[in-house]
T-cell receptor, first 113, second 109 residues
Framework: DVKVTQSSRYLVKRTGEKVFLECVQD?????MFWYRQDPGLGLRLIYF???????EKGDIPEGYSVSREKKERFSLILESASTNQTSMYLC????????????FGSGTRLTVV | KNEVEQSPQNLTAQEGEFITINCSYS?????LHWLQQHPGGGIVSLFM???GKKKHGRLIATINIQEKHSSLHITASHPRDSAVYIC???????????FGTGTSLTVIP
């Protein structure tokens, strides 16, 4: 059974902390994505990656960075967490070419206090 | 303006009712996807379609490319169908998805 695994389901961090959200997929997908999901706003793209060591900004990259050192792993980094980054974070992956559906992780609910 | 609009935002139905969720989009697409998100966050893909109609169990998805509109139907709804249903389109101009804000469905026994 193919999977996208996010390392934590729930996370509570303090304002100003550096936060790492990890995502691993076992499907040899080229594309990986990080979204945040907020009530009334739906899913918004933060960053995506088409290949190892490659990254592209999405719609709301401010306050975030990413790392993709290996094909199967895509990390989202909050350099200095703020309360407005409290959200549900979803990782997804897909084969190259957008005709293929995404496979989503189960999400990480991050609360910044 | 959102590239993908869904309606209704919230829907409550009695068990057994026939349910329809609508999705309209404004961009050129290569495919449209219906996703299901249960409480707790995990998202699963229900359908991917680029024309016509697909059926899986009690779920039916249709798309009208000319009208840029899709519908998700649930027949004989059940409380376990309670979830957020999200419409998404994959753009025909690149590796980009656009998401609707979701329809929150509650089916009451």
């Amino acid at each position: 059974d193919v999977k996208v695994t996010q390392s934590s389901r729930y996370l509570v961090k303090r304002t100003g902390e550096k936060v790492f959200l990890e995502c691993v997929q076992d499907m040899d997908h080229e594309n990986m994505f990080w979204y945040r999901q907020d009530p009334g706003l739906g899913l918004r793209l933060i960053y995506f990656s088409y290949d190892v060591k490659m990254k592209e900004k999405g719609d709301i990259p401010e306050g975030y960075s990413v790392s993709r050192e290996k094909k199967e792993r895509f990390s989202l980094i909050l350099e200095s967490a703020s309360t407005n980054q409290t959200s549900m974070y979803l990782c997804a992956s897909s084969y190259e070419g957008s005709n293929y559906g995404y496979t989503f992780g189960s999400g990480t609910r991050l609360t910044v206090v | 303006k959102n590239e993908v609009e869904q309606s209704p935002q919230n829907l409550t139905a009695q068990e057994g009712e026939f349910i329809t969720i609508n999705c309209s989009y404004s961009v050129g697409i290569s495919a449209l996807h219906w996703l299901q998100q249960h409480p707790g966050g995990g998202i699963v893909s229900l359908f991917m379609l680029s024309s016509g109609k697909k059926k899986h169990g009690r779920l039916i998805a249709t798309i009208n490319i000319q009208e840029k509109h899709s519908s998700l139907h649930i027949t004989a709804s059940h409380p376990r169908d309670s979830a957020v249903y999200i419409c998404a389109v994959s753009s025909n101009t690149g590796n980009q998805f656009y998401f609707g804000t979701g329809t929150s469905l509650t089916v009451i026994p």
